[in-house]
């Protein structure tokens, strides 16, 4: 029994610890995901990878693009999810981005899209980070 209480002891140390670095959890998303869009001039005409890096709390789960066959602005927007449910579920938090035109080939990113099931992975996120916001809107569906 004496040796119990200082296990105990030491252990709700190490427990306590580990909780105090561990990120806050998101309570609201509509709510966190607003805080950029309130705050979208410090993004727009800047590279997507500076949203990413700001977004510390909750990162995108999936994304969907507007994928279309004009050489001049193939991509001209993209909406992000906060969670990781079907990208066409109601009631999400969606954050849409509307990029700067450009002519980089969308070809990658459709073969990412329908590999991970329209999960935003690595792979997504290393093709857009270098891409310029234009505008970005939040809202729930």
């Known amino acids: 029994m004496k040796r119990t209480a200082p296990i105990l002891f030491i252990m709700a140390l190490v427990f306590l610890s580990g909780s105090a670095k561990a990120q806050r959890a998101v309570s609201d998303t509509l709510a966190y995901a607003k805080k950029f869009e309130v705050n979208k001039e410090k993004y727009i005409g800047k590279k997507f990878s500076l949203l990413l890096k700001d977004m510390t ?21 993209t909406l992000f999810r906060f969670s990781g449910k079907d990208i066409d579920a109601s009631g999400e938090v969606t954050m849409v981005i509307r990029w700067k035109p450009d002519d980089t080939p969308t070809t990658p990113l459709e073969f990412f899209e329908q590999e991970h099931n329209y999960g935003f992975t690595v792979n997504e996120k290393n093709f857009f980070e270098n891409k310029i916001i234009r505008d970005l809107v939040v809202y729930k569906q």
Do not use: V
């Open 57 to 77: 709390q909750l990162p995108f789960k999936k994304a969907k693009s507007d994928i279309r066959q004009d050489g001049n602005d193939p991509l001209p927007s």
